[in-house]
């Protein structure tokens, strides 16, 4: 089994920061795309950004220039820095391990965390 943990959500005043971080555990080989994923209450789950193993990022437009996306593949650990943080930006933050994911036990698919919550008042 892959546990995917993700800590660093909280309350922050609008043009603050926060670093989100997750950890993925379990008999893991390798992940090839992480990534982190936000949803509101009534709407669907959306990208926020993803990067590969390679460290190919791709962010959705909306955070383009002000939220960095990294990752410690030694640690199997996502990073999620958040700058110039707006109302908007308020959701629960999703990790994923997205895609085929490689451990001992054979391949898996689609690994999530449970979310962090990010609240920002304006």
């Known amino acids: 089994q892959v546990q995917l943990v993700e800590s660093g959500g909280g309350l922050v005043q609008a043009g603050g920061s926060l670093r989100l971080s997750c950890a993925a555990s379990?008999?893991?080989?390798?992940?090839?795309?992480m990534g982190w994923y936000c949803q509101v209450p009534g709407k669907l789950r959306e990208l926020v950004a993803t990067?590969?193993?390679?460290?190919?990022?791709n962010y959705t437009d909306a955070v383009k220039g002000r939220f960095t996306i990294s990752r410690d593949n030694a640690k199997n650990t996502v990073y999620l820095q958040m700058n110039s943080l707006v109302s908007e930006d308020t959701a629960v933050y999703y990790c994923?391990?997205?895609?085929?994911?490689?451990?001992?036990?054979?391949?898996?698919?689609?690994?999530w965390g449970k979310g962090t919550l990010v609240t920002v008042s304006s």
């Open positions: 994923v391990a997205e895609g085929v994911v490689k451990t001992r036990d054979g391949y898996g698919l689609d690994y």
């Open positions: 379990g008999r893991i080989i390798s992940i090839k795309t």
């Open positions: 990067i590969t193993r390679d460290g190919d990022a």
